[in-house]
Nanobody
Framework: QVQLVESGGGLVQAGDSLRLSCAAS????????MGWFRQAPGKEREFVAA????????YYGDSVKGRFTISRDNAKNSVYLQMNSLKPEDTAVYYC?????????????????WGQGTQVTVSS
């Protein structure tokens, strides 16, 4: 019901900023909370951020809180992840996710749809 396509990944230096985008399609898009996960080599998938349909409720993983900001533009059917003060440990494949329900579902690891992922590499 929902298709997600990420973009905006790349190679940056520590301290730099990067903005990821996720374009969503599907008639049920407005019923879904959206979010981001990441997975680094040799590590398990990690929750990064989530946002409700209205944008009022947001959740962040402890490792990114204060540095990353999630937002969405429903007119463009898109969700974004602004990443500031990037660290080498932020290096991972970042996946856009959508779930039918509140963003807390994503925080707790539940997701119904996934994007293909975009690579973010932070060099020191």
């Amino acid at each position: 019901q929902v298709q997600l396509v990420e973009s905006g990944g790349g190679l940056v230096q520590a301290g730099d900023s990067l903005r990821l985008s996720c374009a969503a399609s599907g008639r049920t898009f407005n019923n879904h909370a959206m979010g981001w996960f990441r997975q680094a080599p040799g590590k398990e998938r990690e929750f990064v951020a989530a946002i409700s349909w209205s944008g009022v409720s947001t959740y962040y993983g402890d490792s990114v809180k204060g540095r990353f900001t999630i937002s969405r533009d429903n007119a463009k059917n898109s969700v974004y992840l602004q990443m500031n003060s990037l660290k080498p440990e932020d290096t991972a494949v970042y996946y856009c996710a959508a779930v039918l329900g509140g963003p807390y579902n994503l925080q707790e690891g539940r997701s119904d749809f996934w994007g293909q992922g975009t690579q973010v590499t932070v060099s020191s």
